[in-house]
Structure formats: C-alpha cells, structure tokens
C-alpha cells in the first residue's frame, strides 16, 4: 500500500498529548478519524515524536498507509477539510518509500520552548508560553545550559515514567535568544537532539530558570547532571510553551 508522510501543526491545549488514549482526546485520535473519513478501513498513523499533554507542534511528521494512492496536495486538503474544527492542519503531505517510519527514519528533532517575562497575565498567548513575573539572566541561562550539550547520561532530566531503554543521550544544541515586548522580554529556548527523554526539554528549561532567577548558580546545573538522581532537577516548567518545530530526515520530504 502507498505509503504517505505528513507534516503537522496543532495547538496541544484541548489534548492528552500525541498519543492515542481509550477515554481521553489526542492528536493522533483525530487524525485517525478524519482519514477514517477518506477510506472505510481502520486507519494508524505513527508519529516523529510523542509530544505530552498541551504541548504544541509546528512541524510534527507522522506516516500513514493508505488503500490508494493519493496526490499529495489532495490528501492533505481533503484531511485539513476533514479534520475541522479541530485545531490541527496538515500544512504537507508527500508520498515516501515503503520502509520509511516517521519515527526511526528520524535523524534530528527541534523543540522550541517561548518563555515570557512580565508582570501582567497572558491573554492572547495564554497557554501558549510560560509566564514568569521576574526577570532572567540570559547569560547566566547560556553558561549553566553549556554542562548539558553533548553526550551524557540524563537520568536527572528524565521523567520517573520515562520508557526510554537508556538515560544516555546526546544534546547537539541549547540556544538561547532575548526578544523585547512591549511590556517584558520574550527567552526562546532552540533545543536540538536525535531523540529525547520523556519530560527532557521541559526539565532543562525549568532548571535553566532557576539559574536564570538567581535562585541557582550556573554550576549547580553541572552539579545536578552528575548526580544521575532525579531528585537534583529543577521544577518542571509547564508545557503550554513547548513547540516540536521540526523533524529532520536524509532527505528533505516536503
């Protein structure tokens, strides 16, 4: 059967996460029912990554079987008509070869995490940043941020429900940019890696935060690193403002 891939971007707030779940709205359970729509078979689609409860995407790639074959631009449009109004399109679609998985085909994964510093609540973005009412140390954030980019083992930054065989990842970047607001300062946080542990970049951004308050010294994130133990993370920061930006593959999909 035609293999297809699919980039994808949804507001996580109404959803348990990417995954499907028996009594509970998900990503994948609407998409499952809006291709359901297009062929009568029972559909399954597999996602680059498993994002959690209210986290966003804007490039979220997931792969799909079809009885048929589609053209791209057909099939992405008859699902963005299917899937309304749910708050989830499908911005690509392309036809992929037969052994290609959205999920182990995967050579790197992007997070974009927006955290905004100000005093007053969020309207407009609510549920879609982090808000703090104090300000940060960018530089402070950077020089704590640099103990975690390589290989190590995480198990500080995991998740106690991870499902990961191993702690041991690699982190290729960490970066860090300052946008002033009319009323506060916008921290963007560029997270880059092959794979992630369950609750990863959420630990990194709320420990960062404490470094970035002054609460913590930069060495205290080196410090929490070698601990292996997970009582030596920081908070877990919320996930409204947690985006999958984009999924890298061999070659370029869309």
């Given at each position: 059967m035609p293999r297809y891939a699919l980039k994808i971007e949804y507001d996580g707030t109404p959803y348990s996460g990417w995954q499907r779940q028996r009594e509970a709205m998900s990503v994948?359970?609407?998409?499952?029912?809006?291709?359901?729509?297009?062929?009568?078979?029972?559909?399954?689609?597999?996602?680059?990554?498993?994002?959690?409860?209210?986290?966003?995407?804007?490039?979220?790639?997931?792969?799909?079987?079809?009885?048929?074959?589609?053209?791209?631009?057909?099939?992405?449009?008859?699902?963005?008509?299917?899937?309304?109004?749910?708050?989830?399109?499908?911005?690509?679609?392309?036809?992929?070869?037969?052994?290609?998985?959205?999920?182990?085909?995967?050579?790197?994964?992007?997070?974009?995490?927006?955290?905004?510093?100000?005093r007053a609540p969020m309207t407009l973005e609510r549920d879609r940043v982090w808000r703090v009412n104090h300000t940060l140390d960018i530089e402070a954030m950077r020089e704590a941020a640099s103990h975690l980019i390589g290989t190590h083992d995480f198990t500080t930054f995991r998740s106690s429900i991870c499902q990961a065989q191993s702690p041991v990842k690699t982190l290729d970047a960490l970066e860090m940019e300052a946008i002033d607001l009319p009323h506060g300062t916008e921290y963007r946080f560029h997270i880059r890696a092959r794979s992630f542990l369950h609750n990863q970049v959420r630990s990194f951004v709320g420990t960062l935060e404490r470094v970035g308050c002054g609460a913590w010294t930069p060495d205290r994130v080196e410090e929490a690193l070698a601990a292996r133990d997970r009582a030596a993370c920081g908070p877990v920061c919320p996930p409204g403002g947690l985006y999958l930006s984009k999924v890298l593959y061999p070659t370029d999909l869309f």
């Open positions: 994948q359970g609407e998409l499952e029912a809006a291709l359901q729509k297009l062929q009568d078979a029972e559909m399954s689609v597999t996602g680059a990554g498993r994002t959690d409860s209210g986290v966003h995407a804007t490039g979220q790639v997931a792969d799909v079987e079809m009885t048929r074959d589609w053209d791209p631009f057909r099939l992405s449009e008859a699902l963005n008509w299917h899937l309304k109004p749910a708050p989830i399109a499908i911005l690509a679609a392309a036809r992929v070869a037969d052994d290609f998985s959205a999920r182990f085909s995967a050579r790197e994964r992007q997070y974009l995490f927006r955290l905004v510093s100000r």
